[in-house]
């Protein structure tokens, strides 16, 4: 849809003559003949661009600027007059209009100055959502002990230059650390450059992360700056530095020390100011006694060490991570956005997640996309996820959880699983052990996520002598 565009002048002929001419280009255009018409016209339907004129009857061009300004910041504002001087177009600039148009008004200046104001609203808004994302990928979620302590850790460490060494499994969110740590620093305004130093062939890291001279090597036809140059006044981030070779590691050391290096094939000592914030899952002290890693660059970068606590750590941030997951995946397709029962929760803190909160993610695009319903629920998830949680127990007490309903899914799941135990998995006995008709304990297998071994969810149909079926793991 074409922008929309207010005219406010109290002129009738420039009314017609401007509106008729933004029509032939393809603008939607409303008229106000007056500031508090304008005014009315913004609050009902906001306008994308407003031309105003400052000399009107009643309420003049910079009082509806200001009121507009007020209200809507972001909304572009040009000034049209003819009568106005130097300082009053200055006081409008400084009052937030976008551009000043004298009359008579030249037609293609007037067109040029509206392409302009409406491409640098576009920018704003495009810079906004940039930003917004920028600090969402900056925003570690969870209120469990171990996030709390890893916040304040972060926030101590962010603001000083000193080095951080961050540590733990795969899919903790170390890079995310990192960012945090960025983020929150005196170099925010710079640049953080991130290097897997597991994805770079060995041969070429060097010329990676120092760049190299024209003619350095085979294929080398021009002078490239490395990343060390690149994140001068900001923040270099070698993820996975457990990974890099003992000769990189030597050069590396020189660096943190000295602030200086060269080029791949150059000899011109070059020095830059560069924070380093380094990330591994490996065990470094290991990696030295096995001769893979220098012991000196470990005590370099272990300034600050941080460590990011694995999910089965912090099983009840599972709750908030699922609905982060949740706004994302619906901000980023057209599927919607779906909502996940509490027992499903319940579920999911019953499971270790070796692959921690990247493994949790894809499990959630996984049910979002799989899902027919817009509710996602016990019976919904599936089968290889239910046989992982058999063969991979994991205990909680019933007082983990938040509320009632999920502390009473969780016991009634349990007490279930036991008296089936107890029967041999007979479901006619169990039945009649608890007291239940047993079309209805087929009823509460299925919304407790109990599944018959060939996957299908119990039925009142099935065969119910020895019935095997896949269940979830007893707590105690």
């Not at 960012?179 to 770079?200: G, T």
């Not at 560069?274 to 490996?282: D, E």
């Not at 609905?323 to 319940?346: H, Y």
Request: with cysteine; glycine share 6%; net charge negative.
């Amino acid at each position: 849809m074409k922008p929309k565009i207010l005219i406010v002048d109290d002129e009738v002929s420039i009314l017609q003559s401007l509106s008729g001419v933004l029509e032939d280009e393809g603008y939607r255009v409303s008229v106000a003949a007056s500031g508090e018409e304008s005014l009315e016209d913004v609050r009902k339907d906001t306008p994308d661009l407003v031309l105003l004129d400052i000399w009107m009857p009643g309420m003049d061009g910079l009082a509806v600027l200001k009121e507009i300004k007020s209200s809507h910041p972001q909304l572009p504002v040009i000034i049209i007059s003819g009568h106005a001087n130097i300082e009053t177009a200055v006081k409008a600039t400084r009052m937030g209009a976008f551009d000043f148009v004298e009359k008579p008004l030249s037609l293609e200046r007037m067109l040029v100055s509206i392409q302009n104001a409406l491409e640098f609203q576009r920018l704003e808004e495009e810079n906004r959502l940039w930003r917004q994302k920028a600090n969402h990928r900056t925003r570690i979620t969870g209120r469990s002990p171990a996030m709390e302590r890893l916040r304040a850790e972060i926030q101590k460490a962010a603001p000083t230059n000193a080095t951080v060494l961050i540590t733990g499994e795969n899919g903790t969110g170390k890079e995310l650390v990192a960012r945090m740590i960025h983020f929150l620093s005196l170099r925010s305004q710079r640049s953080m450059i991130e290097v897997n130093c597991a994805a770079i062939p060995e041969d070429l890291i060097e010329s990676e992360l120092f760049g190299h001279e024209k003619g350095a090597f085979t294929g080398a036809h021009e002078r490239r700056r490395g990343k060390f140059d690149t994140a001068n006044g900001g923040t270099l981030f070698l993820d996975e530095i457990g990974d890099m070779s003992l000769r990189t590691q030597a050069k590396i050391l020189r660096i943190i020390q000295e602030q200086v290096f060269e080029r791949v094939g150059g000899t011109r000592s070059i020095k830059v100011d560069v924070r380093l914030v380094a990330a591994t899952n490996k065990d470094l002290r290991q990696e030295i006694e096995a001769g893979r890693f220098r012991q000196d660059l470990y005590y370099r970068l272990n300034v600050i060490p941080i460590h990011a606590p694995p999910l089965r750590e912090r099983l009840e941030d599972i709750s908030l991570l699922v609905e982060d997951f949740i706004d994302e995946m619906a901000n980023e397709s057209t599927l919607g956005r779906k909502e996940i029962a509490p027992e499903v929760i319940t579920l999911l803190q019953q499971y270790s997640w070796p692959g921690n909160v990247r493994e949790l993610r894809n499990f959630i695009e996984r049910l979002i996309i799989m899902t027919p319903g817009q509710v996602i629920r016990p019976e919904d998830l599936p089968q290889d996820f239910l046989l992982q949680l058999s063969e991979h127990p994991w205990k909680h007490s019933h007082f983990q959880y938040a509320t009632l309903k999920e502390a009473r899914f969780a016991f009634e799941r349990d007490y279930l699983l036991c008296k089936l135990e107890e029967c041999a998995w007979n479901i006619s006995a169990t039945a009649a052990q608890i007291g239940i008709e047993r079309s209805h304990l087929y009823r509460k297998m299925r919304s407790l996520g109990i599944r018959e071994k060939n996957g299908a969810s119990p039925s009142a149909d099935s065969e119910d002598k020895r019935s095997a079926v896949e269940a979830l793991p007893k707590r105690k």
